[in-house]
């Protein structure tokens, strides 16, 4: 993976699909020239972005990275069986880490529902809150250790179908002065943004990025889902982002995902991410970074200690 640095702007937005505000937010930062979009997250729909291009007046190139994937896997049948082979073992992992990511859970709702003394509470609260957060960090470390030993091994930006399309992608991004990233499949997103080493062709382009896309180019990916149809959920670390945007965590749709009335659930959160900032980001919402840092926040939900604000 390609160091990561901030992008000079970045701008997250709530969910598109039924109140769009991406043209809205383009004019605002004073975009001009096209602008590049990644719909990798939609898979096999990936071309289906006419809606997407109309609403930014016909100024879109969609950079099909989903397609170039199973391009490229066709081309190089070597890699992608190294490739497939490497994913079966985070999928392993992510298995493994789910299990212990359960009973750590598990452990600190019976230790906060349970009866004690004052002068211990908060600490043994504490100890459970620091042992999910050491399980989050191990499976970060596990994640990097397997994807690093597979880029030293396989070298893949010096692959020549890989190196091809990235050379098709730099040409495609030359009069580019935005980037968007769109949601969909969030672990298939993060896959192809990784593969042709998108994060380190964004340049000084400006960044948007909404729903699964605002969670891939952030730092580390959380899975979450409070009422999922299968049973209580569980929010899961899924790896590392892109790391374009520092120090948030990003929550898309929670009015469909996050029961932002959950006290208890929303301060654990809040607890075990520190010190990045919890955002759920709402329909119409949105957050402007630049270098880095958050200088405009509109109609978002901040989870801290104190709960949703």
């Not at 399980?135 to 397997?146: I, K, N, P, S, T």
Request: hydrophobic residues 40%; glycine residues 6%; proline residues 4%.
């Amino acid at each position: 993976m390609s160091e990561s640095i901030p992008s000079s702007m970045a701008v997250l937005l709530g969910a598109q699909r039924f109140q769009p505000t991406l043209a809205a937010a383009v004019k605002e930062a004073g975009v001009h020239g096209r602008i590049a979009v990644v719909t990798a997250g939609w898979q096999e729909r990936e071309d289906e972005d006419e809606e997407l291009a109309k609403h930014l007046d016909g100024r879109t190139i969609n950079l099909m990275l989903y397609r170039r994937g199973e391009q490229l896997f066709r081309e190089d049948p070597e890699f992608a069986k190294a490739h497939k082979d490497r994913q079966s073992v985070l999928r392993s992992l992510q298995d493994v880490y789910r299990l212990r990511l359960e009973h750590a859970l598990a452990a600190e709702r019976e230790v906060r529902d349970s009866k004690q003394p004052e002068s211990i509470r908060t600490e043994v609260e504490q100890a459970c809150i620091d042992a999910i957060r050491d399980l989050d960090a191990w499976h970060l470390y596990q994640c990097a250790r397997v994807r690093a030993e597979f880029n030293e091994k396989w070298k893949p930006l010096h692959r020549p179908a890989i190196a091809r399309h990235r050379g098709e992608l730099i040409e495609e991004l030359s009069d580019c002065g935005a980037l968007a990233v769109a949601g969909g499949h969030v672990a298939v997103l993060v896959n192809r943004l990784l593969l042709f080493g998108l994060e380190s062709l964004v340049g000084g382009r400006t960044l948007f990025a909404w729903s699964a896309g605002a969670m891939a180019i952030s730092q580390r990916v959380v899975l979450f889902h409070d009422d999922p149809p299968q049973g209580r959920g569980a929010s899961e670390v899924l790896d590392a982002g892109l790391g374009l945007v520092p120090n948030l965590v990003v929550f898309p749709e929670p009015e469909r995902r996050l029961k932002l009335d959950d006290t208890e659930n929303v301060r654990l959160l809040a607890r075990r991410f520190a010190p990045s900032k919890c955002i759920a980001f709402p329909a119409r919402s949105s957050v402007v970074l630049e270098n880095g840092r958050v200088t405009r926040a509109t109609g978002i939900v901040q989870l801290s200690h104190g709960a949703a604000s």
